[in-house]
């Protein structure tokens, strides 16, 4: 890492009157002084100006710089730009929801998209932040099956078990996904309850050809041990195949067994198994209330009833007549399913990443979409002491990162303040970073004070900046 910019080398050469014009030059594009740079690869915690040349980081010193921006960040905490592995809402409004949390990533993993090239070709040049999807098997499923849900499954591709030559179709269809870039193959297994083990075990092989991993929402079920079983299956699948798995949302698919689980993953990973885990930090899950998760049964699998069900369009609490009504629309529900004990748990735990499963549309959804970060920040780290700060930023950056430098090689430019990587940074104040989104009224985080994507300002003394798009697709080469 350099730890010193030219200067030096510019005494050693010039005259003085050439350093006077040489320390009066403004040699950065941006520079972002006298902030609190945490870095969690290096460890680096201390005091230093921070030197930004186009999209990347060209100094980080103890010196003073100078350039044609000055950001003044006594106060303020300089990280590594916020990864979201898990975030459904990829358009222009939960981009802002993003930048105002102070992620400069989010990525569609876990249900992934159905086409590739189209998907990235959409956003190409349009986007705020960086922006990239898995090729999902759900959408795959849904197109195969002529399913009649949206964003879910409703019919067809939640009940419908696939003949041998719909499974083999499947899998071509996400080979080519893979071979047009995808950053891993996406599952929702507890969507598509008529998938076969065997099923998802080939959409695991198509993974694995790739050397891309598999990101899984794991298959439901009402028994206790249910959740054990899915994270068994998962787990067989990955190793029959050799695909790497990160299993999703870990708190709300576990619940009590929750611990089991992390557990489990923990031995795994002990074991040689590439396998990794993530959580947001709420108590509170949402979904589609016409999608599989709430056919009969739901209440003894979740541990709750109908009163824990409010329905995002009004906020009311539903009964079991407006759950049949609405059931049949289908539409977002938040689901009041998780302890807090068990949420505090996983967001504490040193094996998961964070990451929101975030989605607002037209203003409305569960907090998660706006507030995820601020929260495990400003709640969970300051509040709570659940963890600590630098820990906290490990997995909102370095972890997330490294879960897809093999896949994609720009990620190893990611994740990180240091010399030489992208310039994606997030400056909060620890002191007051909090998240403001409610399950009645979605909101911007408080304390995000600027974010930077590639070197260019999103979000200025806590202001969305208008009319930016250097968002950049995170995308594995194409060969
Ligand atoms: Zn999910």
Same mark, same amino acid.
């Given at each position: ?240 195949? *050799?695909?790497?798995? @990160? ?5 709300? %698919? !576990?619940? /009590?067994? &929750? =611990? ?42 979740? *541990?709750?009833?109908? @009163? ?5 369009? %009004? !906020?009311? /609490?539903? &009964? =079991? ?159």
């Amino acid at each position: 890492m350099m730890k010193h910019i030219l200067l030096p080398a510019f005494i050693f050469l010039s005259s003085i009157s050439a350093f006077s014009q040489a320390s009066a030059e403004q040699n950065f594009d941006i520079v972002i002084l006298h902030g609190r740079v945490m870095d969690p690869e290096s460890g680096l915690d201390a005091l230093r100006n921070v030197g930004i040349n186009g999209h990347r980081i060209a100094a980080i010193t103890q010196d003073g710089i100078r350039g044609r921006k000055t950001i003044e960040a006594r106060g303020l905490v300089v990280a590594p730009g916020f990864i979201d592995l898990h975030s459904h809402g990829q358009d222009a409004e939960n981009y802002r929801y993003k930048a105002t949390d102070g992620v400069t990533t989010a990525l569609e993993l876990e249900i992934g998209v159905g086409d590739i090239d189209r998907w990235y070709g959409e956003r190409q040049g349009k986007a705020l932040i960086n922006y990239g999807a898995t090729i999902g098997h759900v959408p795959t499923r849904m197109r195969l099956m002529g399913d009649s849900g949206t964003f879910l499954p409703h019919d067809k591709a939640a009940t419908t078990v696939a003949t041998p030559e719909q499974i083999a179709e499947m899998k071509r269809d996400l080979e080519h996904g893979l071979a047009r870039g995808a950053l891993g193959v996406g599952f929702g297994i507890g969507y598509v309850p008529a998938a076969t083990r065997w099923e998802i075990i080939q959409m695991f092989g198509a993974a694995a050809e790739y050397h891309a991993p598999a990101f899984v929402h794991l298959r439901g079920g009402n028994d206790p041990d249910s959740p054990m079983a899915s994270l068994e299956e998962a787990i067989a699948a990955a190793e029959v195949t *050799g695909a790497p798995l @990160h299993v999703v949302h870990i708190s709300s %698919t !576990g619940l /009590r067994s &929750t =611990p089991l689980m992390l557990a489990s993953i923990e031995g795994a990973r002990k074991h040689g198994l590439d396998v990794t885990t993530e959580c947001y930090p709420y108590t509170a899950a949402m979904t589609d209330l016409g999608s599989a998760l709430f056919a009969p049964g739901w209440q003894q699998g979740m *541990g709750i009833t109908y @009163h824990d069900l409010q329905w995002v369009a %009004t !906020g009311e /609490r539903l &009964t =079991p007549e407006t759950f049949e009504k609405y059931r049949k629309q289908g539409g977002l529900v938040i689901i009041h399913a998780i302890p807090p004990d068990i949420a505090l748990l996983a967001v504490s735990s040193p094996l998961t990443m964070i990451a929101s499963d975030g989605l607002i549309v037209n203003g409305k959804g569960h907090p998660r979409g706006a507030g995820t970060y601020a929260r495990v920040l400003g709640y969970y780290v300051r509040e709570q002491h659940a963890l600590s700060l630098m820990d906290a930023l490990r997995k909102m950056t370095l972890m997330p990162a490294q879960r897809l430098e093999a896949r994609a090689p720009m990620m190893k430019n990611k994740g990180r303040v240091q010399v030489g990587a992208d310039a994606d940074l997030t400056l909060f104040d620890p002191q007051r970073v909090i998240d403001k989104a409610t399950y009645e009224k979605v909101s911007y985080s408080e304390g995000i004070e600027y974010v930077l994507v590639g070197g260019v300002p999103v979000v200025s003394a806590s202001k969305l900046v208008e009319g930016v798009t250097p968002g950049e697709a995170i995308r594995t080469p194409i060969q």
